[in-house]
C-alpha cells in the first residue's frame, strides 16, 4: 500500500472523486446503447445515425435578437463597376533620316468585365464584398503599341444566387460554374494612327477610353436543396441532419445554434441522393421579425418538399406544428400545401412517447416518432423521403420538366 503523501494534490484530488462515485454516476457514464433494447432490425444501413453525438451546451452566452441576424448572410448589395478602358494615344513615328513617319498611337485597351461566378467551394454570401472595381485597360503606347486589355475580375458566388437589379430578376446561378457578366469593361480608346486617312495624313486625334459600366446589384441565396426541415430551435433539426446525412451542423441545447442553413446528402442504393435542407429554427411571430425572422424561409422556396420537424417533449407538441404551419403561410401563401411529412423528434423521451398519441389524433395525418441521438425509427423517414423524392420526380417527368437531382 502506497502511502497517500506520496501522490501529488492532484493525484489526491482525483482519488477523492473516486471515492465519491455511486453507481447511478456510472450508469450516466455509460454509453446509451448499453442502457438500451437493441432496436429492431434495420431495413437500411444508417451508419451515421449511431455516430450522431450528443453534443452538451458549451455554455455559449446568449445573443441579442439582433446580433443573431448580423450572422445570417443571405443577401448583398453589392456596386459592380467595369474596369474604364484605356486611352488612345497621339504620337508620330520619328526614325532618323525618315521624314514625315506618319502617325503611330497605338488603341487603349479594353476595359476587364466584373462576373458572378458559381464555385461549389463557397457556401454563403459572406465573402461576397459591397463593391467591386474591374481591372482598367492600359493606355496605348507609341510605336503602335495596344494598350494591355483588362482582365476579367470573378466574384465568387454560392450555388442558387439570385441576382436582382431593382425588382427584376436579371440571373439565376443555380449551377456550378453558372457566370453572369455583372458589369461590362470600358471599351478602349482609339489611337491617332486609327484616323489615318487619304485626306488626313497626320491625324493628332485620339479618343479617351470608355468608363466601365456601373450597376448596384442585390444578391440572394436560395439553397437548392430537395427537402427543407422546418422546425422549432431545439426541435433537433440538426441532429436529424447529421444522423442521416454526412452534413455535420453544430447541435446544442440552447435556442438558433444553427444560424445558417446546412445541407447534407442523404445517399440510397443505386446511387440515388436527396439533399435535406436543416433551416435555422422558427418561432412564433417570425413574421413580425422575431427571432431570426423569416428572411432565411426564402431557402424553402425552392424546397421541393418539407420536413416539419416537431419537438414529442414539449407541452403541446401540436401547436408548435398549427404555429409551423401558420408562419409558412404568412411568408408565402400555399407554401405550406407543399408535399411535406410531420417528425415527431426525441421519441427516446419518456414525456414524448406520453404526448404522441394526442398528437396523432389531432394530425389527421401519419407523423414519423423518432429519436436522432438513438437512431431510432430513422429508416421510416428515410423510406418517406425516398418517397416523396419519387413522387416529384414522377410529378415533374408527367409535366415534361426535368427533376430537380442534387
Ligand atoms: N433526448 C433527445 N434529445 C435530442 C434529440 N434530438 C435532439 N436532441 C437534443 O435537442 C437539443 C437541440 O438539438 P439541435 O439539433 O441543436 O436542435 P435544432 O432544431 O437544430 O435547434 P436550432 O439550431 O436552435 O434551431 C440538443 O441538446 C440535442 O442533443 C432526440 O432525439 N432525443
Ligand atoms: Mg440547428
Given amino acids: 500500500m502506497i502511502p497517500a503523501r506520496f501522490f501529488s494534490a492532484r493525484w489526491q484530488t482525483a482519488l477523492e472523486g473516486v471515492r465519491r462515485w455511486t453507481p447511478s454516476t456510472w450508469a450516466i457514464l455509460q454509453p446509451s446503447w448499453l442502457l438500451q433494447p437493441e432496436p429492431a432490425a434495420r431495413l437500411l444501413s444508417i451508419s451515421c445515425a449511431s455516430c450522431a453525438k450528443r453534443q452538451e451546451s458549451p455554455q455559449k452566452k446568449m445573443l441579442s435578437e439582433k446580433k443573431l441576424k448580423r450572422y445570417f448572410v443571405d443577401h448583398r448589395r453589392v456596386l459592380v ?96 460554374g453558372d457566370e453572369y457578366v455583372a458589369a461590362l469593361g470600358g471599351a478602349g480608346g482609339k489611337g491617332n494612327r486609327f484616323f489615318l486617312a487619304n485626306d488626313n495624313r497626320a491625324p493628332v486625334t485620339c479618343t479617351r477610353g470608355q468608363p466601365g459600366q456601373e450597376r448596384v446589384l442585390f444578391l440572394e441565396l436560395k439553397m437548392v436543396a430537395q427537402a427543407g426541415m422546418i422546425g422549432f430551435p431545439n426541435a433537433g433539426k440538426s441532429s436529424l441532419l447529421r444522423a442521416i446525412s454526412n452534413a455535420r451542423p453544430a447541435v446544442a441545447a440552447y435556442p438558433f445554434t444553427t ?146 437531382s442534387r
Fill in 259 to 404: 444560424l445558417k442553413p446546412h445541407i447534407g446528402v442523404v445517399h440510397y442504393e443505386g446511387h440515388q441522393q436527396v439533399t435535406v435542407a436543416d433551416i435555422p429554427g422558427i418561432v412564433r411571430g417570425a413574421h413580425q421579425n422575431r427571432g431570426l425572422g423569416l428572411a432565411f424561409l426564402r431557402h424553402i422556396e425552392r424546397c421541393r418538399f418539407l420536413l416539419f420537424v416537431v419537438d414529442l417533449s414539449v407541452p403541446e407538441p401540436w401547436v408548435q406544428l398549427q404555429d409551423l404551419k401558420y408562419e409558412l403561410e404568412k411568408y408565402e401563401e400555399g407554401l405550406s400545401e407543399r408535399p411535406h411529412t410531420v417528425i415527431g423528434n426525441k421519441i427516446d423521451l419518456p414525456e414524448a412517447r406520453a404526448h404522441l398519441p394526442e398528437l396523432q389524433a389531432r394530425l389527421g395525418q401519419t407523423l414519423i416518432p423518432l429519436s436522432a441521438t438513438t437512431g431510432e425509427n430513422l429508416e421510416a423517414l428515410l423510406l418517406c423521403l425516398k418517397e416523396l423524392c419519387d413522387n416529384h420526380a414522377e410529378a415533374e417527368r408527367a409535366c415534361g420538366r426535368q427533376p430537380l
Fill in 81 to 176: 463597376r467595369g474596369g474604364d478602358g484605356g486611352n488612345g494615344a497621339s504620337c508620330f513615328h520619328s526614325e532618323p533620316r525618315k521624314e514625315f513617319g506618319g502617325p503611330s498611337g497605338g488603341d487603349g485597351g479594353s476595359g476587364g468585365h466584373v462576373i458572378l461566378k458559381v464555385d461549389r467551394q463557397v457556401k454563403s454570401l459572406s465573402s461576397v464584398l459591397t463593391r467591386y472595381q474591374g481591372f482598367h485597360g492600359e493606355d496605348g503606347g507609341r510605336k503602335n503599341c495596344f494598350g494591355r486589355n483588362g482582365g476579367p475580375l470573378y466574384i465568387r458566388v454560392p450555388r442558387g444566387t439570385l441576382v436582382k437589379e431593382g425588382e427584376d430578376t436579371v440571373a439565376d446561378l443555380s449551377c456550378p
